[in-house]
């Protein structure tokens, strides 16, 4: 994709996802028809699938020969990241916009065979975007992000993880996990994927863990953390593959050695 064609599709989207949140915004108050999807606690709105249909209709129209991998069944099906390929979470946080009507977000990363380009992640009710562009820095609304604070340890982090993973299950083993959160500095669980990858691109946190994260959860927070130096891996610190559920840790990378042999690698089942 050349300077220009890259530009403009940047302002697209961000105007776009603008578009989409005021919409979101406009009518948060109008009653909602809530379902439930793989299980009784993953939920859906019909403002899911709303946004969704927004962004695949200006795809289709403007860029027909991009691709869409999409949560909510507007996407395309395919086997491979070569071309373009948009990756939407329409509403991340589905839970906190049922229940909250705050700390949700609209996740869309944009892919070239495989090379996260473009990241947009909108706090759709605080207005805030974050955003970047590859090679041009990461952004909060119009403010640059620094990069991260090379000197941190684990003991001066604060770290995002759902609580879920300190109870017995079958991914890790939650007394090692248990160790961690006793030895870091605090904790956070804020219900969207992708504003905890934010937090931490802004460096308000040092880290997200999670156990199992589908592509739309990720796609767009990893191009901005690494613009801020910061680093995405699965819990194992190989890279992940963005077609596919995997576990995840992303995190300031002066700990992420640390976060990985000290504890993942041995809580790992
Ligand atoms: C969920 C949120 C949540 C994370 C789940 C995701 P959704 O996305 O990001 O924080 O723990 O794993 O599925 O369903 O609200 O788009
Ligand atoms: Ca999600
Ligand atoms: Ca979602």
């Given at each position: ?17 603008l ?18 999807k ?6 859906v ?32 099906t ?12 329409p ?18 990363g ?135 559920r ?24």
């Amino acid at each position: 994709m050349d300077v220009i064609t890259r530009e403009t599709l940047f302002n697209r989207v961000r105007a776009w996802i603008l578009e989409a949140g005021a919409i979101i915004r406009n009518q948060i108050n109008d009653p909602l028809e809530i379902n439930t999807k793989s299980n009784p606690k993953d939920l859906v709105t019909e403002m899911d699938r709303k946004v969704e249909f927004f962004f695949a209709s200006k795809i289709k129209q403007y860029y027909p020969e991009h691709l869409l991998l999409s949560e909510e069944g507007y996407g395309d099906t395919f086997e491979n990241v070569s071309g373009t390929v948009w990756i939407i979470d329409p509403i991340d946080g589905t839970m906190n916009f049922v229940h909250q009507k705050q700390n949700f977000a609209i996740s869309i990363g944009i892919y070239e065979h495989g090379i996260g380009e473009i990241g947009f992640i909108y706090d759709v009710m605080n207005n805030n975007l974050y955003s970047a562009l590859r090679g041009n820095g990461a952004f909060k609304n119009t403010k640059r992000l620094a990069p991260l604070n090379k000197n941190k340890t684990i003991h001066e982090s604060i770290i995002c993880l759902n609580h879920y993973w300190l109870t017995k299950n079958r991914i890790v083993d939650e007394t090692v996990m248990q160790q961690l959160i006793k030895d870091v500095r605090g904790t956070r669980t804020y219900g969207s994927a992708a504003l905890e990858f934010a937090y931490v691109a802004e460096g308000v946190v040092d880290a997200y863990i999670s156990m199992g994260l589908e592509p739309w959860d990720i796609a767009a927070g990893r191009i901005i953390i690494e613009e801020v130096d910061g680093v995405t891996t699965n819990i194992s610190g190989d890279k992940v593959n963005m077609l596919e559920r995997t576990s995840i840790l992303t995190c300031n990378p002066s700990i992420q050695k640390d976060l990985i042999h000290t504890y993942l690698l041995k809580a790992k089942k």
